[in-house]
């Protein structure tokens, strides 16, 4: 089933080439402004549940602030250990200077 | 899971110790400073090599092996940044002297890694932070320690255990599933290469790596045990970063050589920080943590002074 695209941020709020935190109901996302456009993933990570928006980014890749994991945010793919799982991405676009989400 | 686990650096953040606009520009990360400070490293091995090879026939080779291990023992302290990518942008890089740092101290990159999450995670958690060197209860215990005789056994024990394809119960905790197989793959692979070594050795009949490495790790690496025990051991058994850490003020050669983790306390809290910018995050943060001003041998007395206080 398809899920409905729902505005998320306004494009001028991202922070430039770096990560974002947004709340959407309960759920904690993290917007990435990236040479690629923008990528939208879960904020939490999935080895040891700090927050990756507080995390180094650069280019495509977010990496953790605890434990230096890493992931590229175009697909969610585990780049560097301790995070071996990828991590949950959501389909995004930009329309009318929004960031929306499939979620 | 909906929330973040509360993290040092979210409570730093919290607290208004640094701001997200410092924590950003202080995250920054760029290969020039990794690569100068290489670069002057192996010009420092380098020199620490020809003082061995010219005292070769002399005593002077002794304190000349000295100086060369510690130097070579140090090399755990690159191989901690780099297991932070926070020596180099370029993360391969990391990962490459990582390796290379790993071989030359018996201390495989991969198994380090996920010991070193857990340490992070539950530092100074007596039974859940496998890297903690517990508090010596005695002056012999102190200099047991410090002879670094407990430290090679457990290394020597545990890459001979994974080697033979086993994990023991804690390192199963922080090395995930998926994962085994490499720890495994790893520790064979560094085993065959001392192997290797070893028997080029008897090949060639030239036996000089016994003099320039193997030796001098083992006169140097009571060096290590001495800096790493100013790191935590005599600071409180408790998950406030503020507390169970300690930095100490160092002069600027000892700071070269651990690539600045003397800045210890700081890095635990914002563990992305590259090693080049922690004196930067240390004057942002010096309120907040325990600094020793009196260095290593200030650390030490500390800890001296605590055993002494026990046993009276």
């Known amino acids: 089933m398809s899920r409905d695209w729902r505005d998320l941020i306004a494009v001028t709020e991202l922070e430039e080439n770096w990560v974002t935190r947004v709340d959407l109901g309960p759920r904690k996302l993290a917007v990435y402004d990236t040479p690629s456009g923008v990528h939208v993933s879960l ?32 697909d969610g793919r585990a780049v560097s250990a301790p995070a071996t799982r990828p991590m949950k991405v959501f389909e995004a676009r930009v329309r009318d200077g929004m960031v929306q989400v499939r979620a | 899971m909906t929330n973040a686990i509360v993290t040092p ?6 607290e208004g110790k640094l701001t997200r606009a410092e924590l950003k520009e202080l995250m920054q990360r760029s290969n020039g400073p990794g690569l100068v400070h290489l670069a002057l490293w192996l010009l420092l091995l380098a020199t620490t090599t020809t003082l061995v090879v010219l005292a070769w026939n002399s005593w002077l080779i002794w304190p000349a092996m000295f100086v060369q291990g510690v130097v070579l023992v140090h090399h755990f302290s690159l191989q901690h940044e780099c297991v932070h990518y926070t020596v180099f942008r370029t993360r391969w890089l990391n990962d490459l002297v ?12 991969r198994f380090f890694r996920y010991e070193h999450c857990d340490h992070h995670t539950y530092t100074q958690v007596t039974g859940q932070d496998p890297e903690q060197v517990p508090m010596p209860e005695t002056i012999w215990q102190y200099l047991l320690y410090l002879s670094a005789l407990p430290y ?9 255990r ?27 692979m560094m085993l065959g290469f001392y192997a290797a070594v070893i028997l080029g050795m008897a090949l ?7 003099w320039l490495w193997f030796i001098p790790l ?12 100013t790191e935590h051991v005599g600071r409180p058994t408790v998950p406030q970063m503020h507390e169970n850490t300690r930095t100490s003020l160092v002069s600027l050669p000892l700071r070269f050589l651990c690539w600045n983790m003397n800045y210890h306390a700081e890095h635990h809290y914002v563990a992305s920080v590259p090693f080049h910018r922690l004196p930067v995050l240390h004057e942002k943060l010096r309120d907040h943590i325990f600094v020793e001003k009196g260095g290593y041998l200030g650390a030490h007395r500390d800890i001296l002074r605590q055993i002494f206080a026990r046993q009276a």
């Open chain 2, 9 to 14: 650096l979210t409570q730093a953040l919290a």
């Open chain 2, 98 to 109: 990582g390796q290379v740092c790993g071989y030359i101290i018996l201390l495989p990159h």
């Open chain 1, 43 to 74: 904020a939490l990570c999935n080895h040891g549940g700090a927050d990756l928006c507080d995390g180094y980014f650069d280019g495509h890749v977010i990496e953790c602030p605890l434990h230096q994991g890493a992931f590229d945010v175009r």
């Open chain 2, 162 to 188: 994974h080697a033979m394809g086993r994990l023991s119960e804690t390192e199963k905790g922080f090395i995930p599933k998926v994962e085994h197989a490499a720890v495994y793959r790893d520790a064979r």
């Open chain 2, 204 to 210: 060639t009949g030239w036996w000089g790596l016994i």
């Open chain 2, 218 to 229: 083992l006169l140097g690496e009571p060096v290590m045990r001495f800096i790493r025990m």
């Open chain 2, 152 to 160: 090679w056994k457990t290394k020597f024990t545990e890459v001979f």
